[in-house]
């Protein structure tokens, strides 16, 4: 009779660590891991507004900015996009061209990394301003200079 | 027509620098020789205006668009202070509005100022002859307009057509410029055709801007 309790007993203490140990694994395994994905949009215009339709663009990584790391043809819309080697930190040098025309961008990508960015451009009345500026100096100049003489 | 930084390797760059201040040197020289050297510095300073202002103005030919440049024009009416305009006119693009650029200040001197002197030269052609008319001033105006601008156009050509980058689809580019180049061609009509109608109403109004060149 004692004998026979004590292999209940002892079943019984199996079945509980069978049924408490697997879930204690579970709990200790877990772990999250997680990857980003980041794409590169560039977008292309020329300086009046319309889009680098067809232009090519080439992409330098940062370990080798000699040979191209990527080369394309932008949209219609003047625009690409390309997941840069996240396994590269530094600057990645952008180039866009078509018929002589185009620019370069510098992305930094690693720790000091920026959401947005461009090249160039000034608002409409930046240009404006400077037009004009430009303008009276010149104006000026050709005021003094065919100022009559006086005897 | 201009240039930007970046498109051209050094030793091109540093030739147009070399090439700038020889002809920079060259009319300054020819300027001084005048009796009166101050007195074209009025019409070269609103000139230089103009030409900074008008490659703003983007004429739609598709499936891209141009501007004009009037480099055939300053030429004709300035002479030697062409060059000199055109290459401060230039400068003041490429730092106010990346127009051009620095590095390539040189070159685009060269394609739109060195055009600039032979358009001079065409439209004192007019003087040959029995007498100075109106008629041929205009025509001698046309063709100093449309030369300077299509040589203009010729040699942009080729300094891009020789200096493609290995990076780039060849072909691609080749067509990207043949392209800019054919959307040129009406605009060598419409400079011809401006330069024309500016001198012809200059000789009718105030023949003596005309009479230094």
Redesign the interface.
């Known amino acids: 009779m004692r004998m026979k309790w004590r292999i209940i007993t002892c079943l019984i203490f199996i079945l509980m660590v069978g049924l408490v140990l697997p879930i204690k694994v579970l709990a200790h395994g877990a772990k999250i891991e997680y990857t980003v994905n980041m794409t590169i949009e560039i977008v292309a215009t020329y300086d009046n507004g319309e889009p680098m339709a067809g232009a090519q663009f080439v992409v330098y990584a940062p370990d080798d900015p000699s040979t191209p790391w990527l080369t394309g043809v932008c949209d219609d819309e003047g625009r690409f996009s390309f997941t840069p080697d996240t396994s590269k930190p530094g600057t990645w040098d952008i180039q866009v061209r078509q018929a002589g025309h185009g620019d370069i961008v510098y992305i930094p990508i690693g720790e000091d990394m920026v959401v947005t960015g461009g090249t160039g451009g000034y608002t409409a009345i930046q240009i404006i301003l400077m037009a004009a500026c430009f303008i009276w100096g010149s104006v000026g100049t050709a005021l003094y200079f065919s100022r009559r003489r006086r005897a | 027509m201009h240039?930007?930084d970046?498109?051209l390797p050094v030793p091109v760059t540093a030739a147009g620098y070399a090439a700038t201040a020889a002809v920079t040197w060259y009319s300054v020289r020819k300027i001084n020789k005048k009796e009166n050297p101050?007195q074209d510095?009025?019409?070269a300073?609103?000139l230089?205006?103009a030409f900074?202002?008008v490659s703003?103005i983007?004429i739609p030919v598709p499936?891209?668009?141009v501007h004009l440049v009037l480099n055939g024009l300053l030429g004709a009416i300035l002479g030697y202070f062409a060059f000199p305009a055109i290459l401060i006119g230039l400068f003041?693009q490429a730092v106010?509005?990346?127009?051009g650029g620095l590095t390539t200040l040189g070159v685009n001197a060269m394609i739109m100022g060195l055009p600039s002197l032979i358009a001079y030269f065409i439209f004192r052609l007019r003087k040959f002859g029995d007498k100075e008319s109106r008629w041929k001033t205009g025509v001698f105006g046309f063709l100093s307009g449309a030369i300077a601008l299509a040589i203009s156009v010729a040699m942009?050509l080729v300094i891009?057509l020789t200096n493609i980058p290995a990076?780039?689809?060849v072909g691609?580019?080749r067509a990207?410029?043949y392209?800019?180049a054919i959307a040129y061609l009406p605009l060598i009509a419409i400079e011809g055709f401006i330069t024309s109608l500016l001198v012809v109403f200059l000789q009718r109004v105030r023949p003596r801007i005309l009479d230094g060149v």
């Open positions: 240039i930007p970046g498109i101050r510095i009025p019409k300073s609103i230089t205006a900074f202002v703003w983007h499936p891209t668009s003041f106010m509005f990346q127009h942009f891009l990076d780039l689809d691609t580019e990207a410029i392209t800019l």
